[in-house]
């Protein structure tokens, strides 16, 4: 069974199916709502149901007020359909050359910024195009579908390697082999398959207002690479950086910032 989703104010639609989440089912269609984390946590993807039955999943239950869902707010990463909807949503506009697309990238340097944190960075396959915003983030897919996401730290450059800002979570199943832990550590030359870019979170170039960043810890890794791009394409927008941290040397680019 299926249910058609009509977004507004666009008017898209799209095809859900029965116990498929609403965004996924969204980005199968290439109609891109407002996403990052896609657990619920970061809140990116909420919208409004203003017609039709559906599941909010436990996460958005866990997330948002009783008020909120009593109003048919929601997150549209835990939400499935149970009956035709209409939804009330913003939509991203991506360029055309912005792919979402698997393949494998080459571990070519390892270089530990602090106690707890790791530069990677990756090289991708000579053949392939890998086209991303400032901002996005990529997946690493592993046995059984596994997945760990992280933000790029890096403005695009023609040649340029992508960089990520890996923090160690003890017992955490790609940081652990990140930093030696365990019998199978990550080494460089070594061949990892990832999924990108993915994500909304990147600068809206048709504003002129001004730009707050707030971030902490290694969320300032996609912030980096905004910033970067803002620095490149001579952007003249008031940029305003709040960088925090539990300990001082959780500041571990603080020279760059």
């Known amino acids: ?82 009956s035709d909807l209409v939804i009330e949503s913003t939509e991203v506009r991506l360029e055309t050359d912005i792919i979402t697309r698997k393949m494998p990238a080459r571990v070519i340097k390892l270089e530990q910024l602090n106690d707890d944190v790791m530069l990677v960075q990756l090289q991708m396959p000579s053949t392939e195009t890998f086209r991303y915003k400032p901002g996005q983030y990529l997946d690493f897919i592993f046995k059984d579908n596994v997945r760990r996401s992280y933000s790029i730290a890096v403005a695009p450059e023609e040649g340029k390697a992508i960089e990520l800002h890996v923090r160690h979570m003890p017992g955490g199943m790609f940081s652990d082999r990140l930093f030696g832990v365990g019998e199978r550590p990550v080494k460089v030359r070594e061949i990892l398959r990832i999924e990108g870019p993915l994500g909304t979170f990147f600068l809206r170039e048709e504003s002129d207002k001004p730009i707050i960043f707030v971030a902490s810890g290694t969320g300032f890794s996609p912030i980096k690479a905004v910033i970067e791009d ?28």
């Open 1 to 82: 069974m299926s249910f058609k989703v009509e977004v507004m104010p666009s008017g898209h639609q799209f095809v859900v199916k029965e116990g498929q989440i609403v965004l996924d089912a969204a980005l199968d269609a290439g109609v891109i709502l407002p996403y990052s984390c896609r657990s619920g946590s970061c809140v990116s993807c909420k919208g409004k149901v203003l017609e039709g039955d559906y599941d909010p999943g436990i996460g958005t239950e866990q997330i948002m007020s009783p008020d909120e869902m009593a109003e048919g707010y929601t997150l549209f990463c835990q939400t499935t359909a149970q």
């Open 230 to 257: 803002i620095i490149a394409k001579g952007i003249s927008r008031p940029v305003t950086l709040y960088w925090g941290g539990r300990r001082p040397h959780d500041l571990y680019m603080n020279d760059l910032a």
